[in-house]
């Protein structure tokens, strides 16, 4: 009986101690959320002033006022920033649905993920 005991305190903690590390996980996942958010604004802007300056670079070059060279370290800024922003794109879209994962929750439709899965037979109900 005391072994039982023993062993079901174990489980009991070890459960816990899931559940607390799957919620500092939701914790830092939603502030890395809100930081992605953040930085999509700011590689958006970036990504634009980048290509003001190229086209402005390109128009220079044209009659005759900017060089090759600062024609292509021009070009390769904006391409640097279209990464960028890309780049904080594709973070905000793994971050939202490492979200949908652990907290098992469809913000969009506004329904637990978990309500529309049919554990039995392993199939999404409709």
Do not use: C, H, P
């Amino acid at each position: 009986y005391n072994m039982a005991r023993n062993n079901l305190n174990v489980v009991k903690i070890s459960a816990r101690q899931d559940e607390i590390g799957i919620e500092e996980e939701v914790i830092m996942t939603v502030s890395e959320f809100n930081i992605q958010q953040q930085l999509i604004v700011s590689a958006e802007e970036a990504l634009d002033l980048a290509v003001l300056a190229y086209n402005e670079t390109k128009q220079r070059f044209i009659i005759g006022k900017a060089d090759i060279n600062s024609l292509t370290l021009s070009l390769n800024r904006q391409q640097q920033a279209q990464r960028n922003y890309i780049s904080a794109l594709q973070n905000y879209w793994l971050n939202y649905y490492k979200i949908r994962r652990l907290t098992l929750f469809d913000f969009a439709a506004k329904l637990s993920l978990s309500d529309r899965f049919d554990f039995n037979g392993g199939k999404l109900v409709k």
